[in-house]
């Protein structure tokens, strides 16, 4: 039974450059949420997909956007990558609210 | 707002000991407490998790208490091993109240040397 897949595990990108990151859920979760971890730092909730909308979105700017397919899996994408955007970026999946699992992430360079 | 604070925020034990880690948090209402190991530059690992009426919960030579009147929380580690080097983080949430994001601490980083 697969856990949380993240895609790429590492990026390196050019200030003001776009990207996207990947998360499929674990087997049976349907709920997506994502977590932006800066370095010696807990994870900044960004965003939560649930039936393919934003349920619920954390303190960061419409640069960071998101979406969810119909088979649970989620993309982050971020315009006008900053080099304050340097992290980790985290996935995490759940039944609803239950089973949070978190992938291992993916970390991006901003240079 | 919500936090969760953490103590000590680094710590470094010899192989063999046991050790501490506390967290204190102010988010309410209060759904349940959660603690997480995290190997640098990797995803959190789930310890234990524990509602409000739970005091106590253990997993292995983990063993997490929580004092919901005081908003308390502490990890034991017993008869540390160097794997155990990693940050513990604390998370707590009120979901099922019309949130549904984790509030995380910024995390206790523990190292074991032999």
């Known amino acids: 039974d697969a856990g949380v897949t993240q895609s790429p595990t590492h990026l390196i990108k050019t200030r003001g450059q776009q990207v996207t990151l990947r998360c499929s859920p674990k087997s049976g979760h349907d709920t997506v949420s994502w977590y932006q971890q800066a370095l010696g730092q807990g994870p900044q909730f960004i965003f939560q997909y649930y039936e393919e909308e934003e349920r619920q979105r954390g303190n960061f700017p419409d640069r960071f956007s998101g979406h969810q397919f119909p088979n649970y899996s989620s993309e982050l994408n971020v315009n006008a990558l900053l080099l304050g955007d340097s992290a980790l970026y985290l996935c995490a999946s759940s039944f609803q609210n239950y089973g949070y699992t978190f992938g291992s992430g993916t970390r991006l360079t901003v240079v | 707002k919500n936090q969760v604070e953490q103590s000590p925020q680094s710590l470094i034990i010899l192989e063999g000991k046991n050790c501490t880690l506390q967290c204190n948090y102010t988010v309410s209402p209060f759904s349940n407490l959660r603690w997480y190991k995290q190997d640098t530059g990797r995803g959190p690992v789930s310890l234990t998790i524990?509602?409000?009426?739970?005091n106590t919960k253990s997993n292995g030579r983990y063993t997490a208490t929580l004092d919901a009147d005081t908003k308390q929380s502490s990890l034991h580690i017993t008869a540390s091993q160097l794997s155990d080097s990693a940050s513990y983080i604390c998370?707590?949430?009120?979901?099922?109240?019309?949130?549904?994001?984790?509030?995380f601490g910024k995390g206790t980083k523990l190292s074991v040397i032999p």
């Open positions: 524990m509602t409000f009426s739970e």
């Open positions: 998370v707590v949430s009120d979901l099922g109240a019309g949130s549904y994001q984790l509030t």
